[in-house]
């Protein structure tokens, strides 16, 4: 089946820093997702993006299918942006399931 | 309305209990997911319903039993539970894809914190 790979796993920065998380997946894929999972254990949808780019606010991602990989790009870091970013894909032969990455821990430092 | 409500935040059982866990959606979508996450691991898939029939059970024991009553609701029947079983139950929703049309993705509830003791 197809792989998903985060990287970093860990990341602590400092309020204020900006910081870059990538996943790498190993097929072609229907859908990429970013999510960020708060401390209650929340998965929040923070962008479908298959390919492309986009952005909303401090947070913009970019997805090169072609090449396979997404990038998540976190600008003036903030505590509340803390928390597990997941990166999840939908396998190109929709088989209707999304296989999730293990995650990149992200702390922020006051 | 753009949330899946999954009740109740948290529940603590008894390997003997028999409890249920609820999720609801009112977007439309016409798939809905249970994933099983234990503390530090990606959440893992249990089960898809696709228009409201089972469409895949990931070989999820027979102590897990889902029901989808209609279109909006979902429901993990829990009976004779592991303390392994232990974990943060997810319960998430999704559009059908059509061709060349446009999908949102997932979207996920906030989970069930469950405690087998």
């Known amino acids: 089946g197809i792989q998903v790979e985060q990287s970093p796993p860990d990341l602590i920065l400092q309020e204020g820093a900006n910081s870059t998380l990538r996943c790498n997946f190993s097929d072609s894929v229907n859908n990429l997702q970013w999510f960020h999972q708060n401390p209650w254990g929340q998965l929040i949808n923070l962008f479908y993006?298959?390919?492309g780019t986009k952005q909303n606010g401090r947070l913009s991602a970019t997805t090169v299918a072609t090449e396979r990989y997404s990038l998540l790009y976190i600008s003036s870091s903030q505590t509340t942006d803390s928390g597990v970013y997941f990166c999840a894909v939908e396998p190109g032969n929709r088989d209707d399931k999304i296989i999730f990455g293990k995650g990149t821990r992200l702390h922020i430092l006051p | 309305d753009t949330e899946v409500t999954q009740t109740p935040k948290h529940l603590v059982m008894g390997m003997t209990n028999k409890k249920s866990l609820k999720c609801e959606q009112h977007?439309?979508?016409?798939?809905m997911y249970w994933y099983k996450q234990k503390a530090k691991k990606p959440p893992e898939l249990m089960f898809v319903y696709s228009y409201e029939k089972l469409s895949i059970n990931e070989s999820v024991p027979s102590r897990f039993s889902p029901e989808c009553p209609n279109s909006s609701l979902l429901n993990l029947h829990l009976h004779a539970l592991q303390p392994e079983d232990s974990a943060l139950y997810l319960c998430?929703?999704?559009?059908?894809?059509?061709?060349?049309?446009?999908?949102?993705?997932?979207?996920f509830g906030s989970g069930t914190r469950l405690t087998v003791v």
């Open positions: 993006i298959p390919s």
């Open positions: 977007m439309g979508h016409r798939a």
């Open positions: 998430a929703s999704s559009q059908e894809r059509i061709v060349g049309g446009v999908n949102y993705g997932y979207t």
